[in-house]
Nanobody
Framework: QVQVTESGGGLVQAGGSLRVSCTAS????????MAWFRQAPGKEREFVAY????????YYGDSVKGRFTIERDNAKNTVNLQMNGLKPEDTAVYYC?????????????????WGRGTQVTVSS
């Protein structure tokens, strides 16, 4: 069993930066694929980024590529999502997810463990 807990988020003006963090517990993180998804009102859940803990491999959704960075803190079992150049369309609830798999994926149904989400609001 894995527990994932998000922190961070909040309100920021367009063009600003924000960081959200995800702490994983309950299982060796080296076996995990960690990801961030987001969901805006009335829209489907969207893939943002993933990080494969063992290899450090990362991958980003097209809408955030070049603006967001996912990185790990091994000492804290934490994965951070640094968001720069934020736009109003980035406004959403951001969810951290984890999967015990060696296969990387952007599909939310492949992730078994989810946090409760944290709100990110970007004002214009």
């Amino acid at each position: 069993q894995v527990q994932v807990t998000e922190s961070g988020g909040g309100l920021v003006q367009a063009g600003g930066s924000l960081r959200v963090s995800c702490t994983a517990s309950g299982r060796t993180t080296s076996t995990l694929l960690m990801a961030w998804f987001r969901q805006a009102p009335g829209k489907e859940r969207e893939f943002v980024a993933y990080l494969q803990w063992r290899t450090g491999k990362t991958y980003y959704g097209d809408s955030v590529k070049g603006r967001f960075t996912i990185e790990r803190d091994n000492a804290k079992n934490t994965v951070n999502l640094q968001m720069n150049g934020l736009k109003p369309e980035d406004t959403a609830v951001y969810y951290c997810a984890a999967a015990s798999t060696t296969i990387t994926t952007t599909r939310p149904e492949r992730y078994r463990y989810w946090g409760r989400g944290t709100q990110v609001t970007v004002s214009s």
